[in-house]
T-cell receptor, first 112, second 115 residues
Framework: DQQVKQNSPSLSVQEGRISILNCDYTNSMFDYFLWYKKYPAEGPTFLISISSIKDKNEDGRFTVFLNKSAKHLSLHIVPSQPGDSAVYFC???????????FGQGTILTVHP | DSGVTQTPKHLITATGQRVTLRCSPRSGDLSVYWYQQSLDQGLQFLIQYYNGEERAKGNILERFSAQQFPDLHSELNLSSLELGDSALYFCASSVGNGVADTEAFFGQGTRLTVV
C-alpha cells in the first residue's frame, strides 16, 4: 500500500528554468509534509516542510505547495541550478508521531 | 555533516549470518529512527525509539530488532540474513517525538550486502 507516491521517477530541466516535483498521498491523517534531497553516497537532507494548516511555504529558491483536497503537494525550485541535481523524496507524517512515510523519489537532473 | 554517525559504512556478509548496525544521534536528539532503502524503493520506515523506549513500528521483520541505549545511541540487529535484506539502512535523529517538532537528520547510511 503506497501511501505516498511520486509518479515521476525522473525529471530533466535546463539551468535557470523551474523544476516542479510532484507528490500524492492517500492517508488523511497526514498533517505534516517534508521534502528531502539526497546525493549519492549521502543520507537524505531536509529541504523544506509544510503543515496542513498552510498551503504554501517558501524558503529561498524552494517553495512547497499543498493542496489538501487533492491530497497533493509539489516542490518548485526556481531558478534551477546544476547543484540541485539529486534525488528528491517527499515524506508525510502526523504531528503526533515521528514516523515518516516516504515516496519512491524523483531523480532531478539540471543541465547547464 | 548531519551530526548523525552510522557505522559501519559498508558491510558484506553471508546468508544466515547476523549483523549489528550502529547509530549515534546528533547531540541532544532523543529520537532515533531506522529506515531501509532497497533497490528502486523509497525509504521504508522500520522503527523509532524515543529516549530509550520504542515509539513506533513500521514494516520491520521479526528477524530484525533494535534498541536504544541510555546514552541514546541505537543498534539495529539483523539476523538470519537473506539475499533480499541487502539494502541501505539509514538512521535518523530528531529532538522531539513528533514529526513537526523538528525535521529528522539522517546519517550517511550503512550499505549491507548479503551474499
Amino acid at each position: 500500500d503506497q501511501q505516498v507516491k511520486q509518479n515521476s521517477p525522473s525529471l530533466s530541466v535546463q539551468e535557470g528554468r523551474i523544476s516542479i516535483l510532484n507528490c500524492d498521498y492517500t492517508n488523511s491523517m497526514f498533517d505534516y509534509f517534508l521534502w528531502y534531497k539526497k546525493y549519492p553516497a549521502e543520507g537524505p537532507t531536509f529541504l523544506i516542510s509544510i503543515s496542513s494548516i498552510k498551503d504554501k511555504n517558501e524558503d529561498g529558491r524552494f517553495t512547497v505547495f499543498l493542496n489538501k483536497s487533492a491530497k497533493h503537494l509539489s516542490l518548485h525550485i526556481v531558478p534551477s541550478q546544476p547543484g540541485d541535481s539529486a534525488v528528491y523524496f517527499c515524506a508525510s507524517g502526523g504531528t503526533s508521531y515521528g514516523k515518516l512515510t516516504f515516496g519512491q523519489g524523483t531523480i532531478l537532473t539540471v543541465h547547464p | 555533516d548531519s551530526g548523525v554517525t552510522q557505522t559501519p559504512k559498508h558491510l558484506i556478509t553471508a546468508t544466515g549470518q547476523r549483523v549489528t548496525l550502529r547509530c549515534s544521534p546528533r547531540s541532544g536528539d532523543l529520537s532515533v529512527y531506522w529506515y531501509q532503502q532497497s533497490l528502486d524503493q523509497g525509504l521504508q520506515f522500520l522503527i523509532q525509539y524515543y529516549n530509550g523506549e520504542e515509539r513506533a513500528k513500521g514494516n520491520i521483520l521479526e528477524r530484525f530488532s533494535a534498541q536504544q541505549f541510555p546514552d541514546l545511541h541505537s543498534e539495529l540487529n539483523l539476523s538470519s540474513l537473506e539475499l533480499g535484506d541487502s539494502a541501505l539502512y539509514f538512521c535518523a535523529s530528531s529532538v522531539g517525538n513528533g514529526v513537526a517538532d523538528t525535521e529528522a537528520f539522517f546519517g550517511q547510511g550503512t550499505r549491507l550486502t548479503v551474499v
